[in-house]
């Protein structure tokens, strides 16, 4: 049997797929449900689930933001942050740290592809970035 690509799911993609945020929630939704049927090995990092829950949170109720969250890691897997993340991260030119700790992340995990609805903010990419 073929091995499945490891796909980083970035937090963008999640939210356009949660929210159904136009014109990206099609293909957002796509990438979830790949994961979830397991065409893809999906993962999220560590620091996504923190940002997702307080953004659900703005909204919803607490309750709401952990049953998301439980449903989504009931398919995906935790990419972690630690501290030689965090300093590899620091070490990259990106303009946004987010983005830089969010490719480490992705390579530390052996992730084949980074998927986000931004690109351009992964440059120079470390790993492929598809949008």
């Given at each position: 049997?073929?091995?499945?690509?490891?796909?980083?799911?970035?937090?963008?993609?999640?939210?356009d797929?949660?929210q159904k945020?136009?014109?990206?929630?099609?293909l957002?939704?796509?990438?979830?449900?790949?994961?979830e049927?397991?065409t893809?090995?999906?993962?999220?990092s560590?620091?996504?689930?923190t940002?997702?829950?307080?953004?659900?949170?703005?909204?919803s109720?607490a309750?709401?933001?952990?049953?998301?969250?439980?449903q989504?890691?009931s398919?995906?897997?935790i990419?972690?942050?630690?501290?030689?993340?965090?300093?590899r991260?620091?070490?990259l030119?990106y303009?946004?740290f987010?983005?830089?700790v969010?490719?480490i992340?992705?390579?530390?995990?052996r992730?084949?592809?980074l998927?986000?609805?931004n690109?351009?903010?992964?440059t120079p990419?470390?790993?492929?970035v598809l949008?």
């Open positions: 049997m073929a091995s499945k690509y490891k796909v980083l799911i970035d937090t963008n993609i999640i939210l797929a949660l945020r136009q014109p990206h929630y099609e957002s939704a796509r990438v979830l449900a790949n994961a049927n397991h893809i090995e999906g993962f999220i560590a620091h996504s689930v940002t997702l829950f307080y953004l659900i949170t703005k909204d109720s309750d709401l933001a952990r049953g998301v969250l439980m989504l890691l398919f995906l897997q990419a972690s942050v630690s501290q030689e993340t965090v300093e991260a620091l070490n030119p303009r946004d987010e983005d830089a969010q490719i992340a992705a390579m530390q995990s992730a084949d592809y998927v986000t609805r690109p351009q903010d992964y990419p470390i790993i492929p949008q």
